[in-house]
């Protein structure tokens, strides 16, 4: 309702200069003193049968932000005023970067998707760290901490990356998401492959060791791997013991867009990637029948695509695009229609459909 005056409004501005201006929004309503409360009467919505565990961490709802909204790790907390049962912060990279020069960030309204080709702008590992620790809220929504590499560490040198990274920032968080499959780190998604992969995923799982309570470490995947190359890193993965696989990231393909700047360059999301999300996430689901589970990302937009997604096999969902379009009620509007779609459906709780398109399929 709000959302829809201020819209417009926001349409108006640059793309990036609108998410700013949220972001700006978003920061004062945590340091005013009585707006937390207020946005918090108006859009926190729960319900027991929308609670989801993975690897020991509960969630209050399958409902999440998806890496890239908060590279700072500075929305944590107003994210969970609006209903978000986690956030994903970052990609965080070790040392601070600009990204690419602007624009760098497009709406294509007609397909409702945006394309991005930011480039991990950032402050860097220390910078969030601070931010992760200075965070003063007993309880809240579970925070994952999405991991990559500078643009300018060669590839060869990217685990060292990674592992300063993991190193800073596990402690402070309740799982770590291994970002192998943005599109706009050039030589990034060559880390699919399995010696770099499997590599890669020894190197995070012994320093995963090392800590007092290791972390739960979640896999990026890219929606643009052929199947055999998926199945290379799902092998590799389940090897590797990650504890979810994380589908997916935004797409280098195009299909069928409408709107005049389809032709940037960078990574699609939003609608036009949902059914390709969608598929990826059922490949997994076939191979590991939800163990490691599938954290769905894509094109989810309200409760239809995150219930798509979850009988895909996703056991969390995560959004990005989608609030950009439907405004700050996303996730309570999506909680509310997927309780009504579980017991329209005779399920007593989400975890009952996670995957049960693809059992059926499947026999
Ligand atoms: C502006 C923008 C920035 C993003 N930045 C990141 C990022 O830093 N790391 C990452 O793993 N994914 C990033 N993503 C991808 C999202 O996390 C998500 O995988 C993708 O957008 C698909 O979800 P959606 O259709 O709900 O947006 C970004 C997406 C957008 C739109």
């Not at 709000?2 to 929004?25: D, G, K, N, S």
């Not at 220390?126 to 992760?132: G, I, K, M, T």
């Amino acid at each position: 309702m709000i959302y829809a005056l201020l819209r417009p409004l926001l349409f108006r501005l640059e793309a990036e200069r609108a998410h700013e201006l949220v972001t700006a929004l978003f920061r004062a309503t945590g340091r005013a003193p009585l707006l937390p409360r207020l946005v918090h009467a108006l859009y926190a919505w729960d319900d027991p049968i929308l609670a989801v565990q993975w690897a020991g961490l509960r969630f209050a709802s399958p409902v999440g932000v998806a890496a890239g909204f908060d590279k700072r790790a500075e929305l944590v907390d107003a994210l969970a005023l609006l209903g978000f049962g986690h956030v994903e912060v970052g990609t965080v990279t070790p040392r601070p970067q600009p990204g690419n020069p602007r624009p760098r960030l497009f709406r294509l309204p007609q397909d409702a998707a945006l394309i991005n080709r930011l480039g991990f702008n950032g402050p860097g590992m220390v910078a969030v760290a601070r931010a992760l620790r200075a965070r003063r809220v007993a309880a809240g929504p579970v925070v994952g901490v999405n991991i990559g590499k500078n643009r300018n560490t060669p590839l060869e040198r990217a685990v060292e990356d990674y592992v300063a990274a993991f190193v800073a920032l596990a402690p402070l968080a309740d799982y770590i998401a291994v970002n192998i499959s943005s599109p706009n780190t050039p030589g990034l998604r060559l880390l699919h492959e399995r010696a770099a992969l499997e590599e890669l995923l020894r190197e995070l799982s012994a320093c995963n060791r090392a800590l007092p309570h290791p972390r739960p470490i979640a896999l990026k995947v890219s929606p643009d791997e052929t199947p055999a190359q998926l199945e290379t890193v799902v092998r590799a993965g389940c090897e590797a013991g990650v504890a979810a696989f994380i589908a997916t990231n935004t797409t280098l393909a195009r299909p069928g867009l409408r709107s005049p700047l389809a032709g940037e360059v960078g990574g699609l999301s939003g609608r036009p990637l949902a059914e390709r999300s969608r598929a990826v996430i059922a490949a997994i689901f076939a191979m590991t029948h939800g163990k490691p589970p599938v954290i769905g990302v894509g094109g989810v937009a309200g409760p239809d695509d995150a219930y798509a997604h979850i009988r895909a096999g996703a056991r969390l969902v995560q959004l990005y695009t989608g609030m950009v379009y439907a405004g700050p009620a996303i996730a309570r509007d999506t909680k509310r229609g997927l309780a009504r779609l579980l017991r329209r459906d005779g399920l007593t709780s989400l975890e009952d459909a996670v995957g049960i398109d693809v059992c059926t399929a499947g026999g």
